[in-house]
């Protein structure tokens, strides 16, 4: 696959955005990753996808796509690769998330528009725009105030 000029900074949005949902998807042991992709479990991994995301974007927006691979071998660390679907209003990333021992890494595949521009840089805009809006922020209420700050 050709990679183009503007994947780079995407695939930089995309590790930003997800690096929350990243921490908590290493809560989960790599054995049970191994064994559910090993048996053929999606709905599990999709389920554990899911609840990583719940407290860091609006419902629907992360979600697993076609499955993912298990690397495991008797020297060396296992990799888990995870295909992902980033899904804010008006943009899907498609994209791989690899989780290592020691690191974890994004591969944009593709990114579909609902209605694309001609920039690709006002499109990577838009993409940053939308993910931002499909965030969900916690608050902290002002002590002074009690409205949330």
Known sequence: ??????????????????????????????????????????????????????????????????????HVAWKGDPKIELDLELRPQGATVYFKLSLAADAAGVEVNYVSFDQPADDPEANTAFLSAAIEQARIRKTVPDRMTGEAA
């Open 1 to 70: 696959m050709n990679r183009q000029p503007h994947t780079s900074s995407r695939e930089i949005i995309v590790a930003d955005a997800i690096k929350d949902v990243v921490g908590e998807l290493r809560m989960i042991d790599v054995g049970d990753y191994i064994a559910f992709m090993r048996m053929e479990c999606f709905a599990n991994v999709s389920d554990i996808v899911d609840s990583a995301a719940e407290m860091f974007f609006m419902p629907g927006t992360l979600r697993l796509g076609h499955g993912g691979e298990a």
